[in-house]
Each structure stands twice: as C-alpha cells, then as structure tokens.
C-alpha cells in the first residue's frame, strides 16, 4: 500500500500578507480586486478564517465581500511574494518527499511510501513536515493522508485548517459518500453538473451509477469517475520534472479566455528562448505548455517530438497544439508558460539523435 501525503498551505495569500504586516493579525483580512468602495469590480482571491466567520470565500465578488466586512483589511494580490515563500516551502517538502508533485501554488503531494511503513508513523513525519514549515516560512498548513491522492486531498480538506487527518480504508465509504460529486477530487464544476441532471447528487449515490453508463457519457474519463466515486485513484505522484529545460512564464494583465492572446504570449516566449538554446547551443525534444487558471491550480501538458529540433516554429507548433487540446473556448487563463526539455547540445547527442 502507498502512503500519500497532500500538505496545503492555510489561507495561503492572505497569511502570506499577515506574516509582513503582523498588525493586520486578528481582523479580517481579503486579498483581491480593489473593493473601490462597494463599486470594484474582480473576485476576492482569498481571506484568513476571521474573514470567513462572515461568509467571505475565495471567488466572490469584491463587491460583495466589502457589503459583508467593510472594515476589513482589503490588500491586492502581490503573485512575485507569495512565489517566493511558496519556492521556499516547496523546498522544504521536497525534502521530506520519496516522490513529489506541486499542484498549485501552495500545493503539494508527497509519497511517503519509502519514508514511513505505516499511518501512524505517517501522522508523526506529518507533524514533522508542519513544524518544519512553521520554522522555515513562519506559516501554517494542513496535511491529508490516505493510500492514494484522491483521498489525500480529501482528507487534507477535512484537516483544515492548522490540522493533520488520516483516512483509512476502512473509513473511506462512510467519509466519501455523504459528499455532493463536486467534492470528488478531479471532478470539476461541469462534469458535476452533468452528474446532478444524470441524477447523482451525492458520491454514495454516483457509486451506484454503472460503469457503462459513465464510459457511455464521459468517454475514457468515465472509468475515472466510476473509481473515484469508490476512492479508487491510482496515479502516481509524478514530478514536475523542470530541471534540465529552458522556459518562460508570463501572466496576463488580466485573466484572459482570448485564444489569440494566449497564442502570442506564446510566440513572444518561443522567440526568447529560440534565442537561449541557440546561444546554448541545445537542440530540444518535448515541448511543454503550463497553465495557471484564475484558482491558481496549474497543470502542464508536453508532447513529444520524433527527432531533437532547434526550430521556433515546430516549438511553437506543438505548443499550439497543446493549448487547442487543453483549453476550452471559454476557459479563463491567468498564466501561461513555454518550456522545451529532453535538450541536448549540437554535438554531443547529435549521433544519439539519428539512432532515434
Ligand atoms: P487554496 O489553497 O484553495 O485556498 P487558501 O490557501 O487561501 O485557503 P485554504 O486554507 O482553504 O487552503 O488556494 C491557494 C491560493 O490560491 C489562495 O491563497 C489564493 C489563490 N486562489 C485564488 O486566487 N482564487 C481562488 O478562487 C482560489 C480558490 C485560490
Ligand atoms: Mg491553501
């Protein structure tokens, strides 16, 4: 059995701005668009949990938080200063994991596995991991863990906040199946509404739904559904594996769902580091986009070229290529990356590269 861990970082932007302004300790405190007074327009990106005693949550409208708490300490989203406290606590995670993967920015899963033979002692190293955080950034998090990432990230959802919970297997049914499907790790916003209008509202109910009517529905995605709704997830923790590649990352004045300016974000970024590997002398085989959505998950998607190239164009080709596959029309970006790995230089690899 693996053992998984999922570590998210408590009320992550707005403790981030308590640990600078420790004054603001104690009142309600909301990060996001400027509430102009009632009239801004935007989202509250998050809040600490005396914000929340009022009702604020991340993605409501500013407006409306400013009508719950007027006198709340309001502050804009400072991105370059929550990314350095969240390289800092990633390395840090990194240092405790067997496998890792960042999921977000505040984010992670860890497999354990080879560092702890059981739930108990996995309880301990978790206690470990939070004490090391706290020492190292000052802040707070939580930390699920359970036998795959699904129920590591449900069960850290349920350990919040400042909280360590186990789920075990023999408690995965009567955990998972009073929750709505939207609660299913994985199962985003539309597919749970698809699932509702099927007629499954909670998980319990979903674990009745038949395999061939999911598959039927979802395509491929539906056997996923069919094993979640069990608290089945196989996948591994996989590494993000950015070292040895060359990239870019811009994010958008404003989120964006224009697939144009998405597109020559992406030629500006494939023109800087045509620039790098030529000088570098490199030649590259995968090309890899990375999103960041409004939410601040993120996922990268890669493709794999037949040959090691050095061409812009097939860079850039690819890489639309992957956004057309990844992003629906009306999706909101708020960050884009360009990376190209598997690099090798003209003339060490140029043999290898003709055997392949
Ligand atoms: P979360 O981990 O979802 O939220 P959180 O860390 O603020 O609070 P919690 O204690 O419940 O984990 O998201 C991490 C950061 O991502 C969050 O601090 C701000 C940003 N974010 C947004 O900007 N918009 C959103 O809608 C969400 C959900 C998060
Ligand atoms: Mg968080």
């Known amino acids: 059995m693996r053992i998984i861990m999922l570590v998210d970082m408590d009320y992550f932007f707005a403790a ?31 809040c600490n949990y005396v914000a929340r005693r009022y009702g604020i949550r991340s993605g409501m409208p500013i407006s409306m938080a400013y009508r719950l708490k007027k006198d709340a300490v309001f502050l804009p989203v400072d991105d370059k ?42 309880v301990d190293y978790a206690r470990e991991v939070k004490e090391a955080i706290m020492k190292g950034t000052g802040l707070k998090c ?9 129920l590591a990230k449900m069960a850290c959802e349920a350990a919040k906040p400042d909280g360590i919970k186990v789920l075990k297997r023999e408690d995965v049914q009567k955990f998972i199946e009073p929750m709505p499907v939207d609660r299913l ?18 998980v319990g109910e ?21 094993d979640y709704a069990r608290g089945i997830d196989e996948s591994e923790v996989v590494e993000n594996n950015e070292i040895k590649s060359i990239g870019r990352e811009r994010t958008f004045d404003a989120d964006t769902d224009n697939i144009e300016e998405m597109k020559s974000m992406l030629e500006t970024m494939a023109n800087e580091i045509k620039e790098e590997i030529d000088t570098k002398g490199l030649q ?36 639309f290529k992957l956004l057309a596959d990844n992003i629906g029309t009306k999706e909101k970006v708020r960050k884009i990356g360009l990376r190209v790995s598997g690099l090798a230089s003209y003339r060490g690899q140029r043999k290898l590269a003709e055997y392949m």
Request: net charge positive; proline share 3%; hydrophobic share 35%.
């Open 16 to 46: 981030c701005e308590e640990l600078r302004k420790p004054e603001i300790k104690g009142k309600p405190v909301i990060v996001g668009a400027d509430p102009k007074g009632g009239n801004g327009r935007g989202v509250v990106s998050t």
């Open 81 to 122: 200063y929550y990314e350095k406290i969240s390289n800092e606590i990633m390395r840090i995670l990194r240092g405790f994991a067997g496998r890792f993967e960042q999921v977000s920015i505040d984010e992670a899963f860890m497999d354990v596995s080879e560092k702890v033979d059981n739930f108990d002692k996995a």
């Open 142 to 150: 939580s930390i699920g863990i359970s036998e795959n990432k699904l």
């Open 185 to 202: 790790y994985g199962v985003g916003k539309k597919t749970a509404q698809k699932l509702k209008e099927m007629g499954y509202e909670t």
């Open 206 to 226: 979903l674990s009745k739904a038949g395999l061939m009517e999911l598959v039927s529905k979802f395509g491929v995605y539906g056997k996923e559904i069919y």
């Open 284 to 319: 590259f085989k995968t090309v890899t986009i990375k999103i960041r959505k409004p939410d601040f998950t993120e996922f990268m998607k890669s493709r794999s070229l037949s040959h090691y190239s050095n061409s812009d164009k097939e860079m850039l080709d690819e890489a």
